[in-house]
């Protein structure tokens, strides 16, 4: 609603990158009532692809450097969410597949184990192995 587009904006966020399936669910919402950058991607929960996520990664942060404070969102800000923020932790916050993990399992929706984790925790490993090649 506009006092929750209003709460965002008095954070600070100037970007908001939204995670669908398949846009499941239209922008025009958020293009309407935020006065920010808005972006979307499509993320399957439970068949995610390593590019799809990766470029949500790149995305994040291209707006974090250029100097935004960017929100990152699905429908319920657990499963596609964390993966992506997970993505991005690895790739550019040299942040551990261990730490991102745990992270994830932290602060998704507590008490729930999903099939989809499986899925999404596999995204994760392989982003971590190619960048562990990488860096060789």
């Given at each position: 609603?506009?006092?929750?587009?209003e709460?965002?904006?008095?954070?600070?966020?100037?970007?908001?990158?939204?995670l669908d399936?398949?846009?499941?669910?239209?922008?025009?919402?958020?293009?309407e009532?935020?006065?920010g950058?808005?972006?979307?991607?499509?993320?399957?929960?439970?068949?995610?692809?390593?590019?799809?996520?990766?470029d949500?990664?790149h995305?994040?942060?291209?707006?974090?450097?250029?100097?935004?404070?960017?929100l990152?969102?699905?429908k319920?800000?657990?499963?596609?969410?964390?993966?992506?923020?997970?993505a991005?932790?690895?790739?550019?916050?040299?942040?551990?597949?261990?730490?991102?993990?745990e992270?994830?399992?932290?602060?998704?929706a507590?008490?729930i184990?999903k099939?989809?984790?499986?899925?999404l925790?596999?995204?994760?490993?392989?982003?971590?192995l190619n960048?562990?090649?990488?860096?060789?």
């Open positions: 609603d506009e006092k929750g587009f709460d965002i904006e008095a954070l600070g966020i100037t970007a908001i990158i939204k399936d398949e846009n499941e669910y239209p922008l025009v919402r958020e293009k009532l935020f006065s950058i808005v972006w979307t991607a499509s993320i399957s929960v439970f068949f995610p692809k390593v590019d799809s996520v990766v949500v990664a995305k994040i942060d291209a707006l974090h450097k250029a100097g935004h404070k960017v990152v969102h699905c319920h800000g657990r499963d596609r969410t964390g993966v992506a923020i997970g991005w932790g690895l790739l550019f916050d040299r942040r551990s597949l261990k730490d991102v993990t992270e994830f399992e932290e602060f998704g507590v008490g184990v099939l989809a984790d499986h899925e925790f596999e995204v994760l490993e392989t982003i971590s960048l562990s090649a990488c860096r060789r």
